[in-house]
């Protein structure tokens, strides 16, 4: 009899405890992906970056692609980059910031270590210099 009771009791406790899965807060993603790419729309992959939301540096993937949780800032090291700070698309190695739909990312405030403080020009593009390093406020 104790056994059946005991049994009935944990039956019980069990279908209670399964019923009030899935009731509690829920965690929204709200993670946004853009990419880097050139002025030929060659990914720059390979780009060192980290966000305030990171714990370590990570890098843009081959497509150019990264993710961050905003409102992050987000550090580029452009080391090895010549920047695009003399204006010429011959010799300058021009950074886009764009969307998924290649879409240039206008108006993001930055500031390079070099260079000084901007914001992304209308196709996303922006103005830094050889080696730098810059945050984006996004």
Known sequence: MKKKILGLILAG????????????DTVVD????????DQDGNSYGGIPY???S????????PNGEFTFFPPDDCTFDFTGLLGNYENDPLRDDI???????DRGKANIPYECASFGVGSTFLDGSFDYDIDD??????
Request: include cysteine; hydrophobic fraction near 50%; glycine fraction near 10%.
């Open 54 to 61: 990171m714990v370590d540096w990570s890098a843009t993937r």
């Open 13 to 24: 406790v069990t279908v209670f405890t399964l019923s009030g899965c899935g009731g509690g």
């Open 30 to 37: 709200n993670a946004t992906t853009l990419f880097l790419i």
């Open 95 to 101: 950074v886009y910031i764009v969307d998924d739909l």
């Open 133 to 138: 390093q810059c945050v984006f406020y996004l």
């Open 50 to 52: 980290i966000c305030d």
